[in-house]
């Protein structure tokens, strides 16, 4: 008896209304078992933290209700800390973007040599984890053995340190290079969309280059522009990396490591914590609002009709080299130099400051302790188990929101799709947290386990999945699955024959890049962790803090080839398999 049947057959045995049980039927049972689990896994535990910030009592613990944990989260510390966290988050955001949509209009608008190459450098901290960068950029700006105030001082005679990356200049520095593939990809896809032919009547009409660009290119794209450092702003706001390798021990707080300290220092105070946390949540909810309200604005400055054009480059005539060159340079500083430094200490016994007559101590000693040591060991078998069961059940659910929301019109479908999208608001600290108390306060035994990360990165990330699955479905033809369903095959046998293999492609990018994000990703997991169940960004962050910086970047090399794979094998997918145009 197929499921029709059976619903029939309760209706008429309980006698259900007609108006019941019209929504009595597969689809609807579907989604609000899909928003129950989204609730579970999202908005139950963001409800405990709120509700732990209002009580004196630990988890498990009884409590009155208060407010006096705010009084002790931010008595003294409120303005340094909001001041600290919009300092470093508009700083990182504006420095970001500029190098970002510099470089986007080189490769996208300008004739300039080696665009292929500056492309593909850009590109390089989608894969590069983030603590691993940080702790690099203290190698290079250390104030005694960084590598750059060691060579000002020997070739410019300058003494103490011109730069220091335990400063909020260097969170800003490091913030900004570590995010700059994001306005990257989004200013080239505006400039990429952008009808050249205002730019060339302005040009026609005697303008200078300068004013052109200031007239015409840069007020069309303002509404990119604008959403584009709205959405870095956010991400700089979330950023634990970052402030926990320069800023905590320079004494900067920021949001992020005052949710993180609240928990790690001794004594714990989850309800100080979960104070920070609801200040830090209602702080990007209101950045994600400005953000859609930007991306709206969009719809006023359409320049691509349905007039056909073709993206016409700049000559630069004899400035083409130098932009060139100077792209290049800017490239190897922010990106190549820290990958050389922690590259080169992997090779050697102690870090000293680079040198020819170190390359005769040259040695594999680090690769092989690393290796030999029981928690690297388990770190990378725990982080590919976290990584490959989190990154099936996503892709697996984003699959199933995603057919639900484009391809029905069933009721429920527009609050299952916002739920879906609402963990890009919940910073990674907070989520932490909030399942930290959760699983204290409910007798369900993943405290301290494999599985309490892997709900976390399951919650925290199933939007990446949902938006890649949401592309690849609206390019799939309802027909297809029409004629399976007349054939007479049921919905189970449609979505796994028919649907599921043409959204291969999309499915596999969007589990190689929520996989890469367990090894890119400090600030869950150094909550939720323990000793038995440390992911590898918790390994190299603990290598960190013992000052172990040659095993630390032998450890380093070693996640950053595997992350590398991962997104070679990705981009070889999207490429062999994706849907292609003539």
């Not at 609807?28 to 209002?54: C, K, R, S, Y």
């Not at 390089?124 to 940080?134: D, Q, R, T």
């Not at 040198?355 to 928690?375: A, G, K, V």
Request: glycine share 6%; hydrophobic share 55%.
């Amino acid at each position: 008896m197929n499921t029709q049947a059976v619903l029939l057959s309760a209706r008429r045995s309980l006698r259900l209304p007609v108006e019941w049980s019209r929504w009595l039927n597969g689809q609807t049972i579907g989604v609000g078992l899909l928003a129950l689990l989204l609730i579970w896994l999202i908005m139950v535990p963001l409800a405990v933290v709120i509700w732990g910030a209002f009580r004196d009592g630990q988890p498990g613990q009884a409590g009155q209700y208060t407010l006096m944990k705010f009084v002790e989260a931010y008595q003294g510390t409120l303005l340094q800390t909001v001041g600290n966290t919009m300092v470093f988050a508009l700083g990182a955001a504006f420095l970001c973007l500029v190098i970002g949509t510099f470089l986007a209009w080189v490769t996208e608008r300008s004739d300039a040599p080696l665009r292929p190459l500056i492309y593909a450098v850009s590109l390089f901290s989608l894969i590069a984890p983030g603590v691993l960068m940080a702790s690099a950029w203290v190698l290079v700006l250390h104030p005694k053995i960084g590598i750059i105030n060691v060579a000002a001082q020997f070739l410019f005679g300058i003494e103490g340190a011109p730069f220091n990356g335990y400063s909020m200049a260097g969170m800003i520095w490091a913030q900004a290079i570590d995010q700059i593939s994001l306005p990257f990809l989004l200013m080239a896809a505006a400039f990429r969309s952008m009808d050249p032919s205002l730019e060339e009547a302005s040009a026609v009409a005697g303008a200078r280059f300068s004013t052109t660009m200031r007239t015409v290119t840069l007020p069309l794209l303002l509404p990119a522009v604008l959403a584009v450092f709205l959405l870095v702003f956010v991400r700089a706001i979330e950023s634990f990396d970052v402030p926990a390798v320069l800023g905590v021990p320079a004494g900067i707080p920021v949001f992020a490591t005052q949710v993180f300290l609240a928990v790690w220092d001794v004594p714990q105070d989850y309800n100080v914590a979960s104070a920070f946390g609801v200040g830090y949540l209602a702080v990007s909810l209101v950045l994600l609002y400005l953000y859609h309200r930007a991306t709206r604005m969009s719809e006023r400055y359409v320049t691509v009709t349905g007039k056909a054009f073709r993206p016409r480059r700049m000559q630069l005539g004899r400035w083409r080299w130098p932009v060139s060159l100077f792209s290049m340079l800017l490239l190897a500083f922010s990106v190549g130099l820290p990958v050389f430094v922690f590259t080169w200490t992997s090779f050697v016994k102690f870090y000293q400051v680079p040198s020819l007559s170190q390359l005769r101590y040259f040695t594999l000693d680090n690769y092989r302790e690393i290796l030999q040591l029981p928690h690297t060991a388990q770190s990378i078998h725990n982080t590919m188990l976290v990584g490959v069961s989190s990154s099936l059940i996503i892709v697996l659910l984003a699959a199933v929101i995603s057919w639900i929301v484009v391809r029905t019109r069933v009721r429920g479908r527009k609050f299952l799709d916002f739920l879906s999208f609402s963990p890009i608001a919940i910073p990674g600290t907070v989520m932490g947290l909030a399942l930290l108390w959760l699983y204290l306060v409910v007798p369900i035994p993943i405290y301290a386990t494999i599985w309490i990360l892997i709900v976390a990165f399951v919650g925290k990330y199933l939007t990446v999945a949902v938006r890649s699955t949401h592309a690849s479905l609206h390019q799939i033809s309802k027909e297809l699955e029409e004629v399976s369903t007349v054939s007479g095959a049921s919905w189970v046998r449609t979505f796994r024959s028919v649907v599921l293999p043409l959204m291969a492609p999309g499915l596999v990018v969007a589990f190689i890049y929520t996989l890469s994000l367990t090894f890119k990703v400090l600030s869950m997991p150094i909550l939720l962790g323990s000793v038995d169940t440390k992911l590898m960004s918790v390994t190299i962050y603990n290598l960190y803090e013992d000052g172990q910086y040659p095993m630390l970047s032998a450890l380093g090399v070693i996640l950053l080839v595997l992350v590398l794979t991962l997104a070679m094998t990705g981009s070889y997918v999207g490429k062999r398999f994706g849907v292609k145009q003539d």
